[in-house]
């Protein structure tokens, strides 16, 4: 019997994608209105299928194999899988720096 996994969305990653809706938005709401719907099924259905996503590239190279992403070109979509829960992480435009991305996020991070 295949295990369903549940999708749980960080602070950063919800933060992410308003950022991003807010930013298409400025210029074309129906065409955010679709990005969003877009983004948001396709990480829904990671529940049934988690290891679908490929490990992220950039991390890969340094040997992490913890994070997986899915593609919505120029979107990304990125993820851990830990026992039974698909945890999304970040949001953004493949057309950025990952690098400069996630030290960003943890420059910001609050502890």
């Known amino acids: 019997m295949k295990q369903d996994f549940k999708v749980v969305w960080s602070g950063s990653a919800v933060r992410d994608l ?3 809706i807010a930013y298409i938005a400025e210029d074309s709401p129906a065409n955010a209105r ?3 719907s877009k983004i948001k099924k396709t990480a829904s259905e990671l529940y ?9 590239p950039e991390l890969q190279t340094q040997g992490i194999l913890l994070y997986r992403e899915v593609v919505i070109v120029p979107w990304r979509i990125m ?3 830990s026992e039974n829960t698909v945890l999304v992480l970040s949001v953004f435009d493949s057309r950025q720096n ?4 996630l030290l960003k996020k943890l420059l910001n991070l609050k502890i």
């Open 18 to 20: 308003e950022n991003i």
């Open 79 to 81: 993820y851990r899988v």
């Open 98 to 101: 990952i690098e400069d991305i």
């Open 48 to 56: 049934h299928s988690p290891h679908r996503g490929r490990f992220v």
């Open 34 to 36: 679709k990005i969003l």
